[in-house]
């Protein structure tokens, strides 16, 4: 094997490595933005906003929720 051809393997062995990584902390979320709405329902019933904000923190809300106009 020539020493061009072993540098494109590591490297692009590499990259793979990488892509194979981060797919499921920030791919595979945004393409099923459903079921996590649902997991933050299930997670977030019960909870009472307020009660676990520290004072003079804004309120956090639904983050897929789109910004207002």
Do not use: C
Not at 37 to 63: C, F, H, M, T, Y
């Amino acid at each position: 094997m020539s020493k061009n051809a072993r540098i494109v393997l590591v490297f692009g062995g590499f990259v793979t490595a990488v892509a194979a990584a981060f797919y499921p902390i920030f791919v595979y979320p945004v393409t099923h933005k459903e079921e996590y709405r649902e997991i933050q329902k299930l997670n977030r019933a019960g909870i009472n906003q307020a009660d676990v904000q520290p004072v003079g923190v804004k309120i956090w809300s639904d983050p897929f929720k789109p910004k207002d106009k």
